[in-house]
């Protein structure tokens, strides 16, 4: 797992429309970088609605939101087209970028041990990382993080 003051691991994925997208396409923002399980589900859908909504309030400190799931581009196009989200999403179908920031492992799912996406958020300034959350909960995660860059 990563911690504050780690330099945040390079990647180089698809975003929704599947336009490559590096950490160094991006370090000139600070970066909130979020991973979540799956598009469309009730938990994912909820956490990037509240990013989208806030999105404004991040991008008056300077701050770009992303988020990585497992899932590919289109369905992160019907994603954002279904849920009238405004952020930018990119495809880790190899789960390569989430093992890098610890973010897909073992965890406890239903009371039974799984390997899967850990929900974790990372702010990211000037290529380190500044602030780690793992494990987040999906409601209020948007407006924690918001108050944090406060």
Known sequence: MLKKGDKAPDFCLKNQDDIEVSL?????????????????TSGCTLQAQDFSCL???FEKKGVIIVGISPDSPKSHRNFIQ????????LSDI??????AYGAYGKKMMYGKEVFGVIRSTFIIKEGRIVEVFYG???????QKVLEFLD
């Not at 279904?82 to 999403?89: A, E, G, P, S, T």
């Open 24 to 40: 160094k396409d991006l370090i000139d923002r600070d970066i909130v970088l979020y991973f979540y399980p799956k598009d469309n």
């Open 94 to 99: 190899e789960k390569v970028v989430m093992k």
């Open 82 to 89: 279904n849920k009238q989200l405004d952020i930018m999403l």
């Open 136 to 142: 987040v909960r999906a409601k209020g995660h948007a």
């Open 55 to 57: 999105k404004e309030e």
